[in-house]
Structure formats: C-alpha cells, structure tokens
C-alpha cells in the first residue's frame, strides 16, 4: 500500500510539473497559441521515461491535454497533441534504452551525440507532426503557416530535449553534489560569472570596446567549459539552464544578440543557439569524466598491483623461511643417523646383505644430505645471508677439479664425460663455482639415459668466461624451457631415474649464484628427444 502511494505520489508530482512548465512555454507562443519555440515539458518527458519507466506515461498524457484544453483548441485538438507528446517522449527514450545508454546516456561523448540525434532530433518529429496535423485538421491552424507552426514546435521541443532533460537525468541519478561541496568557492564564483556574462552577452544595450554584443555571444560559453573541466556533467547542465534562462528572460525584452527580427524568429535563433552549446558542453564535460574514469582505474589497478606484488614478496618470504627452517629441522637427525649408521658399521654383522643394506642407508642419507644443503643454499641466497669471497681463478682449473671429484664419487660412472678446458680467468667465488659446476652437471647426468654423452666446455669469449655444459639426454620441452630455471621445476621422471630424482631446486641455485657473481645462465634444447 505504501508503494502505490508514493507511486501515485510521484505521477501526481510529474503531472503538476509537467502542466506548469506547460503553461510557461506556451506563455511566449507567438505563431500559435499551441506552438512555442520554448516548450521543457519534453525533456520532463525524457527524464521520466527514463529515469521512472515508461509506466509514467498516463501522467505526460493527462499533463499535455490539460495544458493544450486550457489554452486552445478542442478535446479532440488536445487528445491529438497529448498523444503527439506522449509518443515522442516514448520514442525517445525507447531509442536512447535501445542504441544508447539508457540513463548513462552522459556519461560517455559519444552517447550524448546519440541522445542529441535520437531523441532530441528524430523523435521530437512525431511530437510536432501530429500536434500540427491535429490542429489543422479541425481547423484551428491555417493549413499556409503549417511550416512555420511546425518549425517552431519542433524546435521548441528538441531543446526542451537538449536543455531540461540532461539536467533532470543528471541530477536524479546522483543529487549529491560531491565537487561542490568539495569546492564551495569556486563552485559560487562559477555561478556569479556565469550570471554576469549571460547579462552582459545578453543584456541590453552592451557594448565593449565598440563591439556589439552579437560579436561576443561566444563568451557565453566559456565559464560552462570551465564548469565541464573543473565539476561534472551535471553542474554543467545546472549552468547551460541558467544561462539560457537568462536568454529568454533578456530575449523577450527585446535584447540580446538575437534580437532584431519577429520575436519568435529570436526565439528560434536562440534556442538553436543553446541547443547546439549544450550538446557541445554535455560531451566535452562527458570526455572530462571519461578521462577521470580513466585515471581512477589506473589508480585502482596500481593499488591492486601493488597489493598483489606485496602478497607475493610476503609469500615469497614466508617460503624462504620455510626452507630456511626445513633445512636447519632435517639437518640435525640426518647427523645422528649418519652415525647410527657409521657405529652399526663396527658392531653389526658382517654378511653381504647387512653391508648392502647399510650401504643403501647411507647413500640414501647422503642423497638427502644434498638436497638439505641446496634448500638451505636457496633460502640463504634469497634472504642475502650468502656472501661471496671472489678471488681470480682459471674456470679451466675449477671445472676439471670438479668433474674429477663427481666421477670419483661415481655418480657420472655410467655416462661418458668430454671435457674440453681452455684457460679463462674469472673473478669469483671457488666454492660457488664449485657448486655450480656439479649442479650443472648432476642435472645433466639424472636426465641422460645410461652411455649418454655429457660434454663440458670452457673457453673465453670477448670479455667473457663461458662454461657450457651439454648432454645426449631426453631434451627439454618447449612448454617448460621457459621456466627450467624456476624453483621446484623439473622434467618428466623417468622410472630408470626415480631413485636420482631431486626437489627441482639444483638449477635455481645455480641461476642464483650464476647472478650473484654479476653472470647470466642460459638454457637451449630442439625439444624432447634431442
């Protein structure tokens, strides 16, 4: 009960708003009692059809019969031209929803061009069609001055369209005038030079500098540019209804830049002025929003980004710190089962399968004693607790030491190493390049099949000392080249391997320390198979 109510309350208020903006257009008719060139009750219609729906209709046609009742003509002149308006208004807004924007229509330049051409121009049409039909069809226009009637009728309403509609959207969608408030002093001074410029341009009698006030009409234009560019497309609009009632107003009393002619050839003159500022107003104050969209939404995806890359490098460290304190757990009880096993070695049995068991225990401790170290090493060097203690040394020397220490510890006994070593100096840490060496190559052993080739290669090149490392192995998938070096990656496991396989952190080490010395690490491969 309360809905209807207000909903009746409202159809009531849009009547009596409708009926008085009615009765003051047509209070300046000058070519017919029913034609006028200033008519808002067309944009009341738009903004309500737009804003409210079109179930509004029964109010715009009650209000447009009794306006025309009242003033001339018959009931059947007055159903005709009620339908006329009732129809544009439905029309519009039908094309506005349908090729528009709808409600939003200005907001974007390119809507308020299509709100301009639809609804203003095209749909006021029907308006001015059928209520000039209506009235010469039962005699109460001369059928000679229907181009006149016309003319007038459609221009009235299509401002009406272009001035009244905008403002009324605008301010129903959002009635808080943030910028304002945000602005109260040059929100006043905006409204007081605006005032004084409409008096001036539109005023009687001006005259600057011997210029007559028709050669500055243009003047008129500048404080609503201000207001596109400084407040909304809403203030804007509150702007252009002043400055065109100040035009009226001085219109009227025979001043202004268009007066001269009949007084409602002025009015035609005027209004198509004002109609044209306020599509160019509306869209340069629309193209300013847009900017400021914009530059919200890259200010928003900065914030998020920002957020975003925080979240990863608190994860990033929450991860590091894991490994950090996963090393350091593992460590100790590794220790004490190394010599657990080392005393079982004295005391235990003898017999080949003990020896072959304690011989499996302890390589698979070994093993994991290794992994241990590299977690350890990666989350050092991502906390920059490793610090690097370079001297010059021959990579030659270095590379050499370290293939010689892998194959006495047996892990490359299966594959046949080619190491080729000119001299090349390098200033770095021996340890590190140590680790680096056997990273690289224990990555090309665990993925080359048994009597594979692993060749290594150091010679310098320019400024540079270049150690590569290549192998017959079961190559790298394009998918996954990209990311060979990232933590944790690794290639398909192989079940002759599995007993070889790792955690996928050796080559992220190496591409770490690689890039604590000031180097680069690479990787190429011609895909799986090659």
């Known amino acids: 009960m309360t809905g209807r109510s207000g909903n009746a309350l409202l159809l009531a208020a849009l009547f009596g708003l409708y009926v008085l903006t009615g009765k003051v257009g047509l209070s300046v008719a000058f070519v017919h009692a029913s034609a006028t060139a200033v008519w808002p009750p067309t944009g009341i219609a738009l903004a309500a059809f737009l804003t409210l729906g079109y179930e509004c209709w029964p109010a715009i046609f009650a209000g447009a019969f009794v306006v025309n009742i009242s003033t001339a003509g018959s009931v059947a002149t007055s159903l005709g031209i009620a339908t006329g308006n009732t129809l544009e208004g439905l029309l519009g807004a039908y094309l506005v929803n349908r090729f528009g924007?709808?409600?939003?229509?200005?907001?974007?330049?390119?809507?308020?061009?299509?709100?301009?051409?639809?609804?203003?121009?095209?749909?006021?049409?029907?308006?001015?069609?059928?209520?000039?039909?209506?009235?010469?069809?039962?005699?109460?226009?001369?059928?000679?001055?229907?181009?006149?009637?016309?003319?007038?009728?459609?221009?009235?309403?299509?401002?009406?369209?272009?001035?009244?509609?905008?403002?009324?959207?605008?301010?129903?969608?959002?009635?808080?005038?943030?910028?304002?408030?945000?602005?109260?002093?040059?929100?006043?001074?905006?409204?007081?030079?605006?005032?004084?410029?409409?008096?001036?341009?539109?005023?009687?009698?001006?005259?600057?500098?011997?210029?007559?006030?028709?050669?500055?009409?243009?003047f008129c234009t500048l404080p609503l540019l201000w207001a596109a560019f400084r407040f909304r497309q809403r203030e804007a609009a509150v702007l252009i209804a002043v400055l065109s009632g100040i035009a009226i107003w001085a219109m009227l009393r025979g001043s202004g830049p268009f007066a001269g002619v009949t007084a409602n050839e002025s009015l035609l003159l005027l209004q198509s002025f004002m109609g044209t500022v306020s599509v160019m107003i509306l869209s340069a104050a629309a193209l300013v929003e847009e900017r400021r969209r914009v530059e919200r939404d890259r200010e928003d995806l900065l914030a998020r980004e920002q957020a975003a890359r925080a979240e990863a490098e608190s994860a990033g460290r929450a991860k590091d710190e894991f490994l950090a304190m996963l090393g350091y757990e593992l460590r100790n009880p590794l220790a004490i089962i190394i010599s657990a096993v080392s005393v079982l070695d004295r005391i235990e049995s003898q017999e080949d399968f003990a020896v072959r068991a304690r011989g499996a225990i302890r390589h698979q401790i070994t093993h994991l004693s290794r992994l241990v170290d590299d977690l350890l090493d990666v989350a050092h060097v991502a906390s920059g607790k490793i610090v690097l203690s370079c001297q010059p040394l021959n990579l030659?020397?270095?590379?050499?030491?370290?293939?010689?220490?892998?194959?006495?510890?047996?892990?490359?006994?299966?594959?046949?190493?080619?190491?080729?070593?000119?001299p090349a100096w390098a200033h770095a840490d021996p340890t590190r390049l140590d680790q680096i060496v056997s990273n690289l190559l224990a990555n090309a052993a665990k993925y080359t099949p048994p009597g594979g080739t692993i060749r290594v290669r150091v010679r310098g090149e320019g400024d540079e000392a270049v150690v590569r490392v290549a192998d017959t192995g079961i190559g790298i998938p394009v998918g996954l080249l990209p990311r060979i070096f990232d933590l944790f990656v690794q290639g398909e496991r192989g079940l002759d391997r599995a007993k070889q396989e790792g955690l996928g952190v050796g080559l992220t080490l190496v591409r770490r320390l690689v890039g604590l010395h000031g180097g680069r690490v690479e990787a190429s491969s011609d895909g799986p198979g090659r």
């Open 101 to 218: 924007a709808g409600v939003r229509t200005f907001e974007r330049a390119q809507d308020v061009f299509k709100f301009a051409g639809l609804a203003a121009v095209l749909s006021t049409i029907v308006g001015a069609t059928t209520g000039v039909a209506s009235l010469s069809l039962a005699g109460h226009a001369a059928w000679a001055d229907w181009g006149r009637i016309w003319l007038t009728w459609w221009l009235g309403d299509m401002t009406g369209a272009l001035i009244v509609a905008p403002l009324l959207i605008l301010w129903i969608q959002n009635p808080r005038p943030d910028l304002v408030r945000r602005r109260p002093l040059e929100a006043a001074c905006l409204c007081l030079v605006t005032i004084l410029v409409g008096l001036a341009v539109f005023g009687e009698g001006v005259v600057f500098f011997g210029l007559r006030t028709f050669l500055l009409t243009f």
């Open 396 to 422: 030659a020397t270095s590379v050499q030491r370290c293939v010689s220490v892998l194959a006495g510890t047996g892990r490359l006994e299966r594959h046949i190493v080619d190491v080729q070593a000119e």
